[in-house]
């Protein structure tokens, strides 16, 4: 969010950018150290249960040789994951929520 500029009365964002509807007021401000964990754990849970997720992300890297470390990496690990089991859990919750949500 923009602070200190007047983006001018015809500016698409002017009408959204009004104090009251300023989300960071009265707010407190958090040490960012209070992130890290949540970061952690939600990197090991994805990298866990959405190993294909990886891989997908690593497949879209461009071309380079860390990037073909980092893509190998991403599909050895797919494999183990699949081999294991988490992510077959993954994919089973994705197709139930997928049939919950319908057509």
Partial sequence: MARDNDLGPDHHLSRLMTPELDPTAGAKPEPL???????????????????????????????????????????????WMDKLGPARVFDDLRKAFRDFRGP
Avoid: C, Y
């Fill in 33 to 79: 150290r209070r992130l890290w964990p949540a970061a952690i754990a939600g990197t090991l849970i994805l990298a866990l249960f959405d190993a294909q997720g990886l891989e997908k992300w690593a497949a879209r890297l461009p071309e380079s040789p860390v990037s073909n470390w980092v893509i190998v990496g991403a599909q050895e690990w797919k494999a």
